[in-house]
């Protein structure tokens, strides 16, 4: 079955998002809840990270010390020059939220604001090939494995101005879907949306499974809590909603 919605063009595949950095001021609980729920392997590397490797989407990293109010995700965007682009940022209307900094087999990595205000990263470990696509697990698109972070959904105030910033700067694709709502396709990696509604959410992740009423009814047994009742849009998915430990918004995309 189809998805009922207008396809988006890829972008060109040159800054896809290779982390996705999730808030996680209780590491421990925060690790041990996503190792029994999704089955990501976390490993410690400093009191204040914890970052497993996928075997598909982008790498996962919890981060614990992170002021009050913080944004609950921020996606790392690759790129060969995290000074440069953040330079081009800046100039085309967004700003810097941390300079650049190096991480020992991470590279360099800044954070940077779009126009709207949410936070992004830039990483320049960028691995060698090309990175898969992940398209959005919608109708008859191809299923990742459970545990895959599928989607990201990024709040942006302003639809045309996100289309025209992340098209200029990262060569992302995008394609109106709904009114307050556009879809973006770095053309490698995971893609999402961008959403106009709901500023005090500027970054959610969405974890794929196969059975989104059985995830919900683990997460509640691992010490995260359900935000709602699965909600299944029929030619599309079925969704549903949670914190972490850390109090931390997330999401389920599947069956």
């Known amino acids: 079955m189809g998805t009922g919605m207008p396809a988006v063009p890829p972008g060109t595949g040159e800054h896809p998002v290779l982390m996705i950095v999730l808030s996680a001021n209780d590491l421990a609980a925060s690790s041990a809840f996503y190792s029994t729920v999704f089955g990501w392997q976390l490993h410690k590397l400093s009191p204040e990270l914890a970052t497993a490797a996928l075997t598909s989407g982008p790498v996962v990293t919890l981060r614990a010390n992170n002021p009050e109010g913080f944004q609950g995700m ?23 939220e941390r300079a650049p900094w190096s991480v020992p087999m991470m590279g360099t990595l800044a954070r940077v604001t779009d126009p709207a205000g949410t936070i992004y990263g830039l990483a320049d ?7 898969p696509r992940i398209p959005i697990p919608f109708g ?16 942006a105030g302003d639809l045309d101005v996100a289309a025209r910033f992340f098209g200029d700067q990262f060569g992302w694709g995008t394609q109106a879907m709904m009114p307050q709502f556009l879809t973006f396709d770095p053309g490698a990696g995971v ?13 959610v992740a969405y974890v794929y499974s196969s059975n989104v009423s059985a995830a919900l009814a ?3 047994a691992a010490g995260g809590k359900r935000l709602g009742d699965p909600m299944a849009m ?22």
């Open 125 to 131: 470990a960028l691995p060698p090939g090309a990175i």
């Open 218 to 220: 683990a997460i509640d």
């Open 140 to 155: 008859d698109a191809p299923k990742p494995p459970d545990g895959t972070v599928c989607s990201l959904e990024m709040h």
């Open 191 to 203: 893609a999402g949306v961008f959403q106009s509604h709901t500023p005090a959410l500027r970054g």
């Open 74 to 96: 921020v996606p790392f965007i690759g790129t060969r020059n995290v000074a440069a682009t953040m330079d081009a940022v800046v100039h085309a209307g967004g700003g810097v």
């Open 234 to 255: 029929p030619g599309r998915a079925t969704f549903g909603y949670f914190t972490d430990p850390s109090g931390t918004t997330m999401g389920l995309i599947g069956g």
